[in-house]
């Protein structure tokens, strides 16, 4: 079975400083990856996905996240905070045999400070 | 497009009643799953459906939880009788797994349970 770990539950940081979210998983092939935002009282919500096309993959909302093999890392990023973007964001792999199972991260709580 | 749609959208009710949260996926989906997030286990997968078929079952807690998809555009999650420790949200999700496997999993906002 895959794993993925999102290291650090809660993250702060200033409005307009950059964001960094982080997230390892296990896979001996590269796999489907995602990342997804949750908003308070919401369903989550697809910020991106790694399909293997590109190592750099631009999402919503300013996101972005690079996919790096040699690290079997996915992390998130977003030059410049918002105060809008205060979440809880989630990390997802599907099972490299079975593609609808996904197994989420933790989850990281991001807090923007004015 | 509609999205997962999920009702109620919040539910309390009294130990031992029976609860049913009710799921209309995303049209043309074919998989469907049940989530259960709480605090201390986070996110869990109950159970997920392909082609309205269970096909993964080994995320239910107990005897007391049940799953069924009449069609393709409908499904429930049935506790009877329900716990305090049932207290949670609810999420289901849908996703359209013959568009290859990069697809995502489509999610609702949730049924939030509050058993007393």
């Known amino acids: 079975a895959q794993s993925v770990t999102q290291l650090g539950s809660h993250v702060s940081v200033s409005e307009g400083a950059l964001v960094l979210l982080r997230c390892n998983y296990s896979?001996?092939?590269?796999?489907?990856l995602f990342w997804y935002v949750q908003y308070p009282n919401q369903g989550l919500q697809l910020l991106l996905k790694?399909?293997?096309?590109?190592?750099l993959v631009k999402g919503i909302n300013g996101f972005e996240a690079e996919f790096k093999k040699s690290e079997t890392s996915f992390h998130l990023t977003k030059p410049s905070a918002h105060m809008s973007d205060a979440a809880e964001y989630f990390c997802?792999?599907?099972?490299?045999?079975?593609?609808?199972?996904?197994?989420f991260g933790s989850g990281t709580k991001l807090n923007v400070k004015p | 497009d509609a999205g997962v749609i999920q009702s109620p959208r919040h539910e309390v009710t009294e130990m031992g009643q029976e609860v049913t949260l009710r799921c209309k996926p995303i049209?043309?989906?074919?998989?469907l799953f049940w989530y259960r997030q709480t605090m201390m286990r986070g996110l869990e997968l109950l159970i997920y459906?392909?082609?309205?078929?269970?096909?993964?079952d080994s995320g239910m807690p107990e005897d007391r939880f049940s799953a069924k998809m009449p069609n393709a555009s409908f499904s429930t999650l049935k506790i009877q009788p329900s716990e305090p420790r049932d207290s949670a949200v609810y999420f289901c999700?849908?996703?359209?797994?013959?568009?290859?496997?990069?697809?995502?999993?489509?999610f609702g906002d949730g049924t939030r349970l509050s058993i007393l």
């Open positions: 999700a849908s996703r359209q797994d013959r568009l290859g496997a990069s697809q995502p999993q489509h």
């Open positions: 896979s001996s092939v590269p796999p489907y």
């Open positions: 790694y399909t293997s096309a590109a190592t």
């Open positions: 997802a792999v599907s099972d490299q045999d079975n593609f609808n199972k996904f197994y």
């Open positions: 049209s043309g989906h074919n998989s």
């Open positions: 459906f392909n082609n309205n078929v269970p096909i993964d």
